[in-house]
């Protein structure tokens, strides 16, 4: 009569009872009734989705009228729901980079952040964060070359997917992806979907916790059928990489040793020639700036990337050239100067 509350829920200990905490009831209830995010309504209204019709149109896909009923993005009292709320151009959702300079989060590097935009774009541009910590060395023998990278990228980029098409939005917690010096640790909120178990989540039986994001993820060609993204990562590692929480998942990548003792010897060779500038930038070169610019960066970012300090020189000297060869373009051109400006690929 007391309702869900401690004064009136209670857990048997041996012959006794006690009161159930506020967590408790909460995590209980959170098991028996599954929070859709087609039936939140979104905290905002003003919802537009031109980035995401632009992913659909790049892959052929027909963009009608009725778009956001069509994705069920829209609830029956004709309001936006949190599916909406997320694959809008702009929402409060960000999803972070963090990366450290060890093994723990003593001392961190950088901290960047993805989102406020399309859930589709942010994931993107997670994976191209990722894909360019993931680190690869090459070794050309007499018959062909070989490349390997710190980690394996095509299940580095499952997981990736899986964190955030799975993570449990409804509690406004995003997933988190965090570079360290010996793995990358990718953790998602909300744990196991509740119908599933752990032998199940091995054996990749599919149970989507946000079955309208799989669907836009499979249309856009981020996803394909339902559980190959579980049997491509399991066939390159084994279930020690997993780590079940009570509500998170963590996924550990530790690196390659012998890729991670290549890149070290390498970079001390580097180092040791340079003499006294220990200098650790890298060969600047268009094709490479150009590739990394697929998607939105910073000056910062970019110069980051080759090892620069000097963003100002990096840009008098690389950047300014492709923006008057119109093969760079900034994303607040009425703003050059603007903190927030970004490049990408014209």
Same mark, same amino acid.
């Given at each position: 009569?007391?309702?869900?509350?401690?004064?009136?829920?209670?857990i048997r200990?041996?012959?006794?009872?006690?009161?159930?905490?506020?967590?408790?009831?909460?995590?209980?209830?959170?098991?028996?009734?599954?929070?859709?995010?087609?039936?939140?309504?979104?905290?905002?209204?003003?919802?537009?989705?031109?980035?995401?019709?632009?992913?659909?149109?790049?892959?052929?896909?027909?963009?009608?009228?009725?778009?956001?009923?069509?994705?069920?993005?829209?609830?029956?009292?004709?309001?936006?729901?949190?599916?909406?709320?997320?694959?809008?151009?702009?929402?409060?959702?960000?999803?972070?980079?963090?990366?450290?300079?060890?093994?723990?989060?003593?001392?961190?590097?950088?901290?960047?952040?993805?989102?406020?935009?399309?859930?589709?774009?942010?994931?993107?541009?997670?994976?191209?964060?990722?894909?360019?910590?993931? @680190?690869?060395?090459?070794?050309?023998? /007499?018959k062909t070359? +070989?490349? %390997?990278?710190?980690?394996?990228? *095509?299940? !580095? #980029? &499952?997981?990736?997917?899986?964190?955030?098409?799975?993570?449990?939005?409804?509690?406004?917690?995003?997933?988190?992806?965090?570079?360290?010096?010996?793995?990358?640790?990718?953790?998602?909120?909300?744990?196991?979907?509740?119908?599933?178990?752990?032998?199940?989540?091995f054996n990749?039986?599919?149970?989507?916790?946000?079955?309208?994001?799989?669907?836009?993820?499979?249309?856009?060609?981020?996803?394909?059928?339902?559980?190959?993204?579980?049997?491509?990562?399991?066939?390159?590692?084994?279930?020690?990489?997993?780590?079940?929480?009570?509500?998170?998942?963590?996924?550990?990548?530790?690196?390659?040793?012998?890729?991670?003792?290549?890149?070290?010897?390498?970079?001390?060779?580097?180092?040791?020639?340079?003499?006294?500038? @220990?200098?650790?930038?890298?060969?600047? /070169?268009?094709?490479? +700036?150009? %590739?990394?610019?697929?998607?939105? *960066?910073? !000056? #910062? &970012?970019?110069?980051?990337?080759?090892?620069?300090?000097?963003?100002?020189?990096?840009?008098?000297?690389?950047?300014?050239?492709?923006?008057?060869?119109?093969?760079?373009?900034?994303?607040?051109?009425?703003?050059?100067?603007?903190?927030?400006?970004?490049?990408?690929?014209?």
């Open positions: 009569k007391k309702g869900m509350c401690p004064a009136g829920c209670y200990i041996g012959s006794s009872k006690e009161q159930m905490t506020t967590e408790m009831i909460d995590n209980l209830y959170a098991k028996r009734v599954r929070n859709s995010l087609n039936k939140i309504e979104s905290p905002r209204q003003d919802l537009t989705f031109k980035q995401l019709k632009i992913y659909y149109e790049g892959q052929g896909n027909t963009v009608t009228n009725n778009f956001e009923r069509n994705l069920e993005l829209v609830m029956e009292n004709g309001k936006y729901n949190y599916n909406g709320y997320l694959l809008a151009d702009e929402n409060g959702t960000s999803i972070k980079v963090a990366r450290y300079a060890g093994t723990n989060k003593v001392d961190l590097l950088e901290n960047y952040e993805f989102g406020y935009c399309s859930l589709i774009k942010a994931t993107q541009s997670v994976i191209d964060k990722m894909t360019v910590e993931n @680190k690869r060395y090459a070794k050309i023998t /007499s070359r +070989i490349e %390997k990278t710190l980690v394996d990228s *095509k299940a !580095l #980029k &499952e997981v990736i997917i899986n964190a955030i098409v799975h993570n449990d939005y409804s509690s406004g917690i995003p997933p988190v992806f965090e570079i360290f010096s010996d793995r990358f640790t990718i953790t998602s909120y909300g744990g196991l979907p509740q119908e599933i178990t752990q032998e199940d989540f990749a039986v599919s149970a989507p916790r946000n079955k309208e994001l799989m669907r836009v993820f499979k249309d856009v060609d981020l996803v394909e059928q339902l559980g190959s993204g579980m049997e491509r990562i399991m066939s390159v590692y084994d279930k020690s990489i997993f780590e079940f929480l009570p509500n998170f998942l963590r996924i550990n990548f530790y690196f390659d040793k012998k890729v991670l003792a290549y890149l070290d010897t390498d970079k001390q060779e580097k180092s040791s020639k340079l003499g006294s500038k @220990k200098s650790s930038k890298l060969e600047v /070169s268009e094709s490479e +700036i150009l %590739k990394i610019c697929k998607t939105e *960066k910073s !000056l #910062k &970012e970019i110069a980051g990337y080759f090892g620069y300090k000097d963003v100002y020189k990096f840009k008098n000297n690389y950047i300014n050239t492709l923006l008057e060869q119109e093969k760079l373009t900034m994303t607040i051109p009425e703003k050059p100067k603007s903190k927030n400006q970004k490049y990408i690929v014209k």
